[in-house]
């Protein structure tokens, strides 16, 4: 009974108190902004590497993830196509001229945060010859799409539900090519199994201690991001 209720509550959106602790990261993610970056040593040659932001953010958001990045020595470029509004019917058309530009010396790692890492596994599906890995920081890929706290939110922007885009997909369903998805139980905006995925929908799932926002702060998150790109793309 007790593992049936903790399933549960893992399938569930956040509760209150998880959302609340956001609200402190979002002021770290600004402060931090602020700060001067401080590189690792460089274990990178050079590899391409795009990031996609979140729902509601745009490449502000993802610039400390992609400074730390930079600095260990990979080519990391922004989606470079402002806010994150949702999902519009050329989405995937302007995605994958901006993988073209981007990949032109080879494949890309995409590396996608919330809403952001949805569409990295789309365009992988698309353009798998393209793309290395796609790595996704607490995407709501799997299961109910309504298992989180910001689909209200997308539906109010969007003119259509979060499950009825203006594009085929099918969300769950794995890119292919290595899908590693980490994720957090602490993450206060989506629910930590809708993250992690299902056995056959991602490739590696690694859980991180962080919140939703801190995905794109965290220490724990760029080491892990780091070690998975560590690992050579077959």
Not at 69 to 87: D, P
Not at 198 to 204: A, N
């Amino acid at each position: 009974m007790t593992s049936t209720v903790a399933a549960m509550t893992d399938a569930a959106p956040p509760r209150l108190p998880y959302m609340l602790r956001e609200a402190g990261s979002l002021l770290a993610l600004r402060v931090q902004g602020l700060l001067p970056v401080r590189t690792g040593r460089r274990v990178g040659s050079g590899e391409a590497v795009m990031v996609i932001p979140g729902f509601l953010a745009s490449d502000r958001s993802t610039m400390i993830l992609r400074q730390r990045l930079q600095g260990a020595g990979y080519r990391v470029h922004g989606w470079g196509r402002g806010i994150n509004f949702g999902v519009k019917a050329d989405l995937f058309d302007r995605l994958e001229a901006r993988l073209a530009k981007v990949g032109h010396q080879g494949p890309v790692t995409l590396i996608g945060w919330s809403l952001g890492g949805l569409y990295a596994r789309e365009l992988a599906k698309r353009q798998p010859d393209k793309v290395a890995r796609v790595i996704t920081l607490g995407s709501p890929f799997s299961g109910d799409l309504r298992a989180n706290n910001a689909w209200r939110l997308y539906e109010m922007v969007n003119r259509h539900k979060v499950d009825a885009p203006p594009v085929d997909v099918t969300v769950h369903e794995k890119p292919p090519v290595p899908t590693i998805a980490l994720w957090s139980r602490k993450d206060g905006i989506v629910a930590p199994a809708s993250a992690r995925g299902l056995p056959g929908e991602v490739d590696k799932a690694v859980e991180l201690d962080c919140t939703h926002i801190g995905f794109m702060t965290a220490p724990c998150v760029i080491d892990a991001v780091l070690e998975e790109l560590a690992v050579k793309a077959d």
